[in-house]
């Protein structure tokens, strides 16, 4: 690929430019995904920024986004594309109007172009605007396991399959990224189509500087003393560990509340931005806060 992501490092670069910390290995899968074309496989836990690489990779780009969300029941007209059958319903009776004889000629005028409706993974494929575009198939292990089938053809040639109509391939193939958070297992035809990378938490330093990243305004001490508190957490026993989303949005919580520094009282207040489950919290809040906040720096 020529241009501003020509190397590996240029892609650390420019995602760190918007707002992105990528580490080596990282920069390096979406270098490869963007030279070989391939679609890039992220699965990791929730809240590690598999999706914010997505939006990343849209404004470096200058690429427009489009976001598929996966879950279960997803299906072909939520997905793919859709009839406008109001419209059509409305044709078929000028038609019957007109008294046309010719059946084929009227299914032709029934089918038209004008009447498909895209959904986001036809749009990729055939951009209403016509600029290529970044496609986030997001948390793809939500969704059923037909829906996963159905994307074999669509990732493998870029096009798309309409049986009154044909076959629409894309004319500059978009950018894919697909997210999961492994609450399943994805198909192995699903995955050799695609370059892989696992993104797990990241370490105390790199931790540090995506919180810098998106919160410049906060202190070098209370941003340590965050990301301390939070790695300390994800080694508690708790159901749902607080990702790096987590992470930010307790930064901006304690922002709001003016604080430079944790105490126990602030944490217990605010558990609920880091903890989403109640047993979690009534398992941390209290005794478990005061140990974690002591526990020596290392």
């Given at each position: 690929?020529?241009?501003?992501?020509?190397?590996?490092?240029?892609?650390?670069?420019?995602?760190?430019a918007h707002?992105?910390?990528?580490?080596?290995?990282?920069?390096?899968?979406?270098?490869?995904?963007?030279?070989?074309?391939?679609?890039?496989?992220?699965?990791?836990?929730?809240?590690?920024?598999?999706?914010?690489?997505?939006?990343?990779?849209?404004?470096?780009?200058?690429?427009?986004l489009i976001?598929?969300?996966?879950?279960?029941?997803?299906?072909?007209?939520?997905?793919?594309?859709?009839?406008?059958?109001?419209?059509?319903?409305?044709?078929?009776?000028?038609?019957?109007?007109?008294?046309?004889?010719?059946?084929?000629?009227?299914?032709?005028?029934?089918?038209?172009?004008?009447?498909?409706?895209?959904?986001?993974?036809?749009?990729?494929?055939?951009?209403?605007?016509?600029?290529?575009?970044?496609?986030?198939?997001?948390?793809?292990?939500?969704?059923?396991?037909?829906?996963?089938?159905?994307?074999?053809?669509?990732?493998?040639?870029?096009?798309?399959?309409?049986?009154?109509?044909?076959?629409?391939?894309?004319?500059?193939?978009?950018?894919?990224?697909?997210?999961?958070?492994?609450?399943?297992?994805?198909?192995?035809?699903?995955?050799?189509?695609?370059?892989?990378?696992?993104?797990?938490?990241?370490?105390?330093?790199?931790?540090?500087?995506?919180?810098?990243?998106?919160?410049?305004?906060?202190?070098?001490?209370?941003?340590?003393?965050?990301?301390?508190?939070?790695?300390?957490?994800?080694?508690?026993?708790?159901?749902?560990?607080?990702?790096?989303?987590?992470?930010?949005?307790?930064?901006?919580?304690?922002?709001?509340?003016?604080?430079?520094?944790?105490?126990?009282?602030?944490?217990?207040?605010?558990?609920?931005?880091?903890?989403?489950?109640?047993?979690?919290?009534?398992?941390?809040?209290?005794?478990?806060?005061?140990?974690?906040?002591r526990r020596?720096?290392?």
């Amino acid at each position: 690929m020529t241009g501003p992501l020509s190397s590996i490092a240029a892609v650390e670069a420019g995602l760190a430019a918007h707002g992105y910390v990528a580490d080596r290995r990282l920069a390096t899968a979406v270098f490869l995904a963007l030279e070989i074309g391939k679609p890039l496989f992220l699965e990791g836990e929730p809240g590690v920024g598999k999706t914010e690489i997505a939006k990343a990779l849209s404004a470096l780009l200058k690429r427009p986004l489009i976001r598929l969300q996966c879950y279960e029941g997803l299906d072909v007209s939520t997905a793919v594309y859709e009839w406008d059958y109001a419209r059509q319903m409305l044709a078929i009776r000028l038609i019957e109007a007109m008294g046309e004889a010719d059946e084929a000629r009227a299914e032709e005028r029934i089918f038209a172009r004008k009447y498909l409706l895209k959904r986001p993974l036809l749009e990729a494929v055939e951009p209403s605007g016509g600029q290529p575009v970044v496609l986030l198939i997001d948390e793809l292990d939500r969704a059923d396991e037909e829906f996963e089938a159905f994307l074999l053809e669509f990732l493998s040639e870029y096009q798309i399959s309409v049986p009154e109509i044909g076959t629409i391939k894309a004319a500059r193939p978009p950018v894919v990224i697909i997210t999961s958070n492994r609450t399943r297992e994805i198909h192995d035809a699903l995955k050799r189509r695609c370059y892989y990378q696992w993104i797990d938490y990241p370490s105390f330093e790199k931790e540090c500087a995506i919180v810098k990243a998106r919160a410049p305004k906060a202190s070098a001490a209370l941003t340590a003393e965050v990301v301390r508190f939070v790695q300390a957490l994800r080694a508690e026993d708790v159901y749902k560990r607080p990702g790096v989303a987590e992470t930010l949005d307790w930064m901006a919580a304690l922002g709001a509340l003016d604080r430079e520094t944790l105490s126990e009282s602030v944490v217990d207040d605010t558990l609920g931005v880091l903890l989403k489950y109640r047993d979690d919290v009534a398992q941390i809040e209290g005794a478990a806060v005061k140990r974690l906040l002591r526990r020596p720096h290392g």
